[in-house]
Every structure is written in structure tokens, then in C-alpha cells.
């Protein structure tokens, strides 16, 4: 079995910054892609920022420059580094990885870290 753990989120005024970690554990193959998706109240999910296993990136276009995804493949790991943050920001922040276990390769979801940006 897989788990993504998520950490990271809080309260944080306008113009913070705030660093998310999802942990990937469990019966792991190997990973390929690992992203950042997000939902605000009343809003569909919608991609923040992903990385490949070889380090290609991409981001939504709302945080390009503001927002850094990253990954350390060794712990299973994603980051994704927020700074300049603004209340549009505001919103779940779910992690999720395309994890191959055996010989099946799966889409898994963590359980979501609140972010709140607000004075």
C-alpha cells in the first residue's frame, strides 16, 4: 500500500512565504511524475506544478515566479516552495504522484494540506 503524506500549510499573510513536503511511502517501485493541485472553495482542482523524475518542471501560469517545485528522489519526496503569496492562493493543496508498485502504475492523491493566505 501507498500513503502520501502532506505538510507544510498554514495561515500566512499576504506577501509570505510557506514551504509544502509530501512523503511518498509504502510498497514503491518507482515514481514518476509528482505534483502540486489545488482547490479553492467553490472552484475545480486545478494543477499548481509538477516535476518529472529527471527534474523537468511545470507551473500553472498564475505562480510561475513565485512558486518552485522540487523533488529529492532519494525520500520520495516533493516540495513545493511558495513566496510572494497572495489571498488567490487561498485553497487546499493536494500532493500526488505517478507511483509504479509491481508491475502497475497508479495515480495517487495525499489528503490535502489547508493554505490560507490572509491578513
Known amino acids: 500500500q501507498v500513503q502520501l503524506v502532506e505538510s507544510g500549510g498554514g495561515l500566512v499573510q499576504p506577501g509570505g512565504s510557506l514551504r509544502l513536503s509530501c512523503a511518498a511511502s509504502?510498497?514503491?517501485?518507482?515514481?514518476?511524475?509528482m505534483g502540486w493541485y489545488r482547490q479553492a472553495p467553490g472552484k475545480q482542482r486545478e494543477l499548481v506544478a509538477v516535476?518529472?523524475?529527471?527534474?523537468?518542471?511545470n507551473y500553472a501560469d498564475s505562480v510561475k515566479g513565485r512558486f518552485t517545485i522540487s523533488r529529492d528522489n532519494a525520500k520520495n519526496t516533493v516540495y513545493l516552495q511558495m513566496n510572494s503569496l497572495k489571498p488567490e492562493d487561498t485553497a487546499v493543496y493536494y500532493c500526488?504522484?505517478?507511483?509504479?508498485?509491481?508491475?502497475?502504475?497508479?495515480?495517487?492523491w495525499g489528503q490535502g494540506t489547508q493554505v490560507t493566505v490572509s491578513s
Open positions: 500526488n504522484a505517478h507511483i509504479r508498485v509491481g508491475v502497475s502504475l497508479d495515480d495517487y
Open positions: 516535476v518529472t523524475s529527471g527534474g523537468t518542471t
Open positions: 509504502g510498497s514503491i517501485f518507482s515514481i514518476n511524475v
